[in-house]
């Protein structure tokens, strides 16, 4: 008994189909990958009540906690990009919500850190615990060839998308009296 074929869908209607992903399925498929991995993080904005810049901040309170770093406020600005009085503004959200507190600076007595709490990095790994899970489970299911393919694949997207394309400002028109 043969192998039963599935149809899968086209990468569009006027492409035919072909026995191995073409350049436009693969790119739709990374099309899929961040509209699945955005709705992801909408869901969990939603569920920790929060901003993506207050849980893009957490990350960096989190990763610097665990590389034994300390991060004060305008660190934290300067890694997000936005200005002194939004951080500030950050910064109160999360102390008030319970997610940070501010700390005297170990080393510099005029400074204050932003550390996260205990309780946000059991929240954010309970929100997000099973789900890097079944991630890495993907890539630990790939062979060494196969990781390495993924991620040159993953570099050259980077570097395609990062790079900036310089184009002519189109010629102004010219008005003139008649």
Partial sequence: MGTEQHPRASSG?????????????????????????????????????????????LRLL????RRGEVLRQRDLGTALGIASP????????????????????????????????TDTDHEVRATLGAMHRRMIDVVDGLDDDERRAVASFFDRMIAAVEHLDVHEAPAKATITAD
């Fill in 62 to 65: 989190l990763q610097a906690q």
């Fill in 86 to 117: 939004s951080v500030t503004a950050l910064v109160d959200r999360l102390v008030r919500s319970g997610h940070v507190r501010r700390e005297p600076h170990p080393d510099d007595r005029r400074a204050t850190i932003v550390v996260p709490t």
């Fill in 13 to 57: 209607y006027w492409y035919p189909e072909h026995e191995h992903p073409t350049s436009v399925d693969v790119l739709n498929l990374l099309r899929r990958y961040r509209a699945a991995e955005a709705a992801m993080r909408a869901r969990t904005r939603s569920s920790m009540a929060m901003g993506e810049t207050d849980l893009l901040a």
